[in-house]
């Protein structure tokens, strides 16, 4: 122990003699400073006279966001968890000012009854010249005096007559005419009866030959009332009254029933 504090003690005064120049200094006194630089060949001159910049400093990569671990729901309890789907709201539809809807209305039906014969040809030929919209109808009376006809109705043309009159004897049809009165011109005539028995009887009996188009009524004539009923457009129900008006002063102008 001792022997290493000596040694110690030693070679702390022989670096003390060093140092001091108790043995000698080189040459050279910088030479000592020479061996002292370190790597001298990589220093290099910065400025001369201003202040050093900033040294730019490489950024640090940015590590990737990692998404947080979500917890996978239990299974089943997804469909509790899922909010109710909620129906779409119905679009608005924009209402173009100034449209109006145009609204069709009904049609406007008027009779008149009951009318002598004459009387029910001037207000036909009115409605038809001045109101061609308006669709007629008429209907007879029934009188006794008259009896009863079994017929076809009128046809546009008498051409047309003759047509169904080659029907009429193709199925056994004999007993007939084409009527050529103003009133029921080309209507074809099956059969006059006094009763409208008779005339049921007549037209159960054309039908089962095959005659589709025969009907029962009162039989016209100078004396019959008939019922007169216009149906068409409202918009002409008041010129329509009024020409009706001056033409029959004392007809009574009635909506259908």
Do not use: H
């Amino acid at each position: 122990m001792k022997a290493l504090v000596f040694l110690l003690v030693l070679a702390n005064l022989l670096f003390y003699a060093l140092s001091a120049g108790y043995f000698g200094y080189p040459d050279n006194p910088d030479a000592g400073r020479v061996e002292q630089q370190v790597l001298p060949e990589r220093m290099r001159i910065v400025s001369r006279g201003e202040a050093p910049g900033t040294p730019l400093v490489k950024p640090a990569p940015v590590a990737p966001a990692v998404a947080p671990a979500t917890e996978m729901p239990a299974p089943g309890s997804a469909e509790k968890d899922k909010p109710a789907a909620t129906e779409p709201a119905p679009e608005a539809k924009a209402e173009k000012p100034g449209v109006g809807v145009v609204v069709d209305k009904p049609p406007v039906c008027l009779t008149w009854r009951p009318l002598p014969l004459a009387d029910a040809d001037r207000l036909s030929a009115l409605l038809a010249k001045r109101f061609s919209d308006y669709k007629v109808t008429r209907k007879l009376a029934a009188s006794d005096s008259n009896g009863w006809w079994v017929f076809i109705p009128p046809v546009p043309s008498k051409a047309e007559a003759e047509k169904k009159s080659a029907e009429l004897r193709e199925l056994g049809v004999t007993e007939f005419f084409i009527v050529q009165d103003e009133l029921n011109r080309n209507a074809i005539s099956l059969g006059v009866f006094s009763s409208e028995k008779g005339g049921q009887d007549k037209l159960a009996e054309l039908k089962a030959k095959g005659v589709r188009s025969a009907q029962v009524a009162p039989r016209p004539g100078k004396d019959s009332l008939v019922t007169l009923q216009a149906r068409g457009p409202v918009g002409d129900k008041v010129e329509l009254i009024g020409a009706v008006g001056r033409l029959l002063p004392k007809a009574d102008t009635l909506a259908c029933k």
